[in-house]
């Protein structure tokens, strides 16, 4: 496993809280897009348990039954533990070791000032969401993120003022900790450490950017950092620092990484989601799900074979979006509003393809359902490496503060 580098980019970071089956909509909207990524980077993928918590602290059983459920399907989807990390939150301490540090130095005012805190609370009435937990929700958040030094966090759009609320953290974290005694005089002693061509580079690129704003230059400066093999964890902390004028970046800003999925529709025509019972479960059985779209409504306007519809008036449209090449697509809009096409026969490639998708999912999801105990060493597995990861900075940030009295 490569180590963290401080401002290393490369390390993405995402977590989905455990409350329920996994249906279409998660898989279109999240986790295609994991599996994509976990090719290309570091990936830690972990369950929010902790965050499921917080506003299902008085029926905590839907999350245990669901933390395995999501696990099989995460691994059902495509999800490779030899490619990502996936670990279990509670099971990684230093997360919360992280969140009591960054409560200290978090206003509140910044919490309370986060959109999904009234949003929730009014959209949840009927939990009393009034709580410190949830109040510290999104921080929990800043902690899971930045515990990893993550550069890349997938999140759908509700998530990014969580994400944009951890760079602030993190900014007023380095700020405040990062500046050492003699702090300018080592970051010159570890400028040096580079050679001199690479000394040479680096100061001209900082002037750049110190002078004249040049962020072409901050990035190659960060990238002629991240290049460095010779140089010491802390010095390259430093000299991340110094480029900004700031002191050791000991934890970096993450990047929202905003998945650019078609709206997943559910079965009536609304966002799919749990809540408004409206899915196609991943492990929804083929007969099951056949019938689901088949009754799935329609245009109104189409009461008989004969009369005419309007796609745009149609769910069955939104699905045809997602699955459809131009092809289909045409045959569908002329087919419908000239009543040339049934409505059921519209919905057969929909079926079809439907039915398609689910059905490796279906049959890894019965092999790891099978073997739990493989599922159980993944995550095992995960655990350790997660936890390694997250001690190495846990052990930096408590020595920034100065509570590095154990060693
Ligand atoms: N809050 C996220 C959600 O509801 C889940 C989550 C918890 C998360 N910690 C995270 C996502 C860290 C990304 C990074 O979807
Ligand atoms: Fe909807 Fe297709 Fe029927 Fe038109 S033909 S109303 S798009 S299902």
Redesign the pocket.
């Known amino acids: 496993m490569s180590t963290v580098l401080p401002g290393q980019p490369m390390r993405v970071l995402s977590g989905m809280r455990p409350t329920g089956r996994l249906h279409l909509g998660h898989y279109h909207g999240v986790l295609k897009n994991w599996v994509k990524l976990q090719s290309e980077y570091e990936c830690f993928f972990f369950v929010a348990d902790w965050h499921a918590l917080t506003t299902h602290y008085e029926d905590p059983h839907i999350i245990q039954e669901s933390v395995w459920d999501m696990v099989v399907d995460w691994l059902a989807a495509g999800v490779d533990p030899n490619n990502a990390t996936l670990f279990i939150q509670s099971r990684i301490p230093a997360h919360a070791e992280l969140h009591v540090l960054l409560s200290m130095i978090t206003p509140l005012s910044w919490l309370e000032r986060v959109p999904s805190y009234k949003d929730q609370q009014l959209q949840m009435g009927d939990r009393d969401l009034s709580t410190y937990g949830f109040l510290g929700y999104p921080l929990l958040q800043s902690a899971d993120i930045l515990i990893y030094r993550a550069g890349m966090v997938p999140v759908g759009e509700d998530q990014v003022a969580h994400v944009e609320l951890t760079r602030e953290v993190a900014r007023r974290f380095n700020h405040l900790y990062g500046r050492e005694p003699g702090y300018e005089q080592r970051a010159e002693e570890a400028i040096k450490k580079m050679g001199k061509k690479n000394a040479k580079l680096y100061r001209e690129l900082r002037t750049a950017y110190m002078e004249q704003g040049d962020r072409e230059a901050l990035a190659t400066a960060r990238a002629l950092l991240e290049r460095q093999k010779n140089i010491a964890l802390g010095d390259k902390e430093r000299l991340f620092g110094f480029l900004e004028g700031g002191g050791r970046i000991i934890l970096p800003e993450p990047q929202a990484l905003l998945t650019h999925a078609p709206k997943m529709p559910g079965l009536d025509g609304r966002k799919m989601s749990k809540s408004y019972d409206n899915v196609i479960s991943l492990r929804e059985p083929p007969a099951e799900v056949e019938k689901k779209l088949r009754t799935m409504p329609?245009?109104p306007?189409?009461v008989h074979r004969t009369d005419p519809?309007?796609?745009d008036?149609?769910?069955?449209?939104d699905f045809?979006l997602v699955y459809s090449d131009q092809e289909k697509k045409d045959w569908?809009?002329n087919?419908?509003?000239s009543a040339k096409?049934?409505?059921?026969?519209?919905?057969q490639p929909i079926i079809d393809a439907v039915l398609a998708e689910l059905k490796p999912i279906q049959e890894r999801a019965a092999e790891f359902s099978r073997d739990t105990l493989a599922v159980k060493n993944i995550i095992a597995d995960g655990n350790k490496r997660a936890q390694e990861a997250a001690e190495d900075t846990l052990a930096e940030v408590r020595a920034a503060i100065g509570l590095g009295y154990n060693g």
């Open positions: 329609t245009d306007a189409r519809g309007n796609p008036k149609c769910p069955v449209w045809h569908v809009q087919g419908c509003r096409i049934g409505c059921l026969e519209c919905k």
